[in-house]
C-alpha cells in the first residue's frame, strides 16, 4: 500500500520554522521523517553541534502536528537510543531504511506495534527499545529513489551535483570510522546495469552530465568498478564524474578505464604519508601505494586529492613530517588537511581514548570530541601554518585546512 509524501528541505530555507509550520499545517501528516547526516561538523579548534538544531526541529514539528516523529540518517544511526531520548522523537530508524519507513509507515496507520520491525528504536517512559537490525542483502533489488521531494534542480543551480551509489559497506577496519557499523563490514554491490540505468536517467531528467559516486571506496571490488565504466562507455553516456578512491586496488588499467568513462578527478582516502601512522590508522595500503597512484593520475590527466588526518595515536613531529615530506613530493591537485580527529562511539578509536584515559568511561560522544596526540598538540598549528606559506598552499580555515 503506497503513502503520500512531501519533502521539507531545511537547507534551503534561511529561517525555517514559519515555513515548516506552514507546510505541516498545509498537509495534515501521520509521520514526519526528519535525516540526521551529521552530529557536528568535525572541527577541532571550533566545534558546532548541530544536534540543538536538531532538536530544535523536532520541537517544531511536535508544536505543529500530533504526527509520530520519526529520525533517521547516518547521523543518527552512529548512537541511535541514546540520540532519540535527546531529540525527544517518538521513532528512529537504524542504518538503511528504505524498507523499515514502509513498514514502519504501515504500521502508523494500522495503530500496530511498531517495536518488533527490523532496525526501528521505539521510545517511551523514559527508556527506548530496539528491535535487531537486518540488512537489504540486495540493495539494488531496490527501486530508485523519487528525488523530486527534494528538488534537485535546487541543489544543481547552486553548483551541487547530483550523487549516484554503486555499493553499499566497506570491509575495512580505520579505527575511527562508523561506516562499518552503519552500513556493515561486508560489501553488497549493486548492479552495474542498475547503476548506469541511474545515471542514463538523471542526466534524462534533470538535463546534468555531472555526476559524483558517493561510495567510501569506487574502486574496491576493481571488477565491479570496471564493468560500471565499461557500461557507461559501451551506452555512450557522455557524462563526467568524480569519486573517492582507495589507493589498494587503483591500477593504470582501471584508472584508464574510469577516465574513458568520464571520470576528471577522484579523492584518496590516504589520510596519511607515514608508514607508520597508515598502520596506526589500521589503513590497507602503503606509501608506496599512495605514490604509484598519485604517479598515475599525473600521466593520465586525472585531477587527484589528497587527505591528511593528524593527531591519531602514536602521532609525532617525526610521523607529521614524514606525511608534508610526502604531499611536497606528491604534488596533489588539492590537498585537505584536518588537525584532530572525531571519535565516535563503538569505534576502536573510541576504545583506545578511553584506554589512555582521555575519554571518560561513560562518555556518550554525542557532543564534538576529539583525539590530538599529545606529542603534536602545542604546536601543530603554527607548524601547518608554516608550511602552507612555505609551499604557497592556501588554508582559508587553518584548523581543517584545504589547498587547492
Known sequence: MGHEIIG??????????????????????????????????????????????????VKVCQESSKAKIIVGGSGFSIAPEQLL???????????EGERAISDLAQAIEERSDCGNIPRVVVRGHGRTKMAKPRRIEDPGSLELPNRDIFEPRKYLQAGVVLNVRTKRGCPFKCIYCTTPQIEGSKMRVITLQKVVNELEI??????????????????????????????????RLNIK????????????????????????????????????????????????????SCSYCRELGINYTCFLLLGGPGENRGTVEESISTMERLKPDS???????????????????KDEGILDVHSDLLSPTFYLSHKIRDWIFDYIKEVGERNGWNFPILAETDAS
Not at 509550520?21 to 561538523?41: H, Q, T, Y
Not at 571488477?223 to 562507455?233: D, L, P, Q, T
Not at 590537498?335 to 581514548?353: C, H, K, Q, W
Open 202 to 235: 538523471l542526466k534524462e531528467v534533470y538535463g546534468t552530465d555531472e555526476f559524483y559516486f558517493t561510495d567510501n571506496i569506487f574502486n574496491y571490488p576493481a571488477k565491479h568498478a570496471e564493468s560500471i565504466c565499461e557500461e557507461i562507455i559501451s551506452r
Open 241 to 292: 564524474w568524480y569519486c573517492i578512491a582507495n589507493p589498494c586496488s587503483l591500477s593504470k588499467d582501471l584508472l584508464r578505464l574510469m577516465k574513458e568513462a568520464g571520470c576528471y578527478g577522484l579523492s584518496l582516502g590516504n589520510e596519511s604519508g607515514s608508514p607508520q601512522m597508515l598502520r596506526n590508522l589500521r589503513k590497507n595500503f602503503t606509501v608506496e601505494q599512495v605514490s604509484q
Open 335 to 353: 590537498l585537505s588537511i584536518t588537525i584532530g580527529i572525531r571519535v565516535y562511539p563503538n569505534t576502536e578509536l573510541a576504545r583506545i581514548a
Open 85 to 95: 531520548n535527546y531529540l525527544g522523537a517518538d521513532l528512529g530508524i537504524v542504518g
Open 8 to 57: 521539507f528541505d531545511v537547507a534551503f530555507h534561511r529561517d525555517y520554522k514559519e515555513p515548516l509550520k506552514k507546510a505541516i499545517a498545509e498537509f495534515c501528516p501521520e509521520a514526519i521523517g526528519i535525516s540526521l547526516r551529521n552530529l557536528d561538523n568535525q572541527r577541532y579548534s571550533s566545534p558546532i553541534s548541530f544536534l540543538p538544531e536538531a532538536r530544535a526541529v
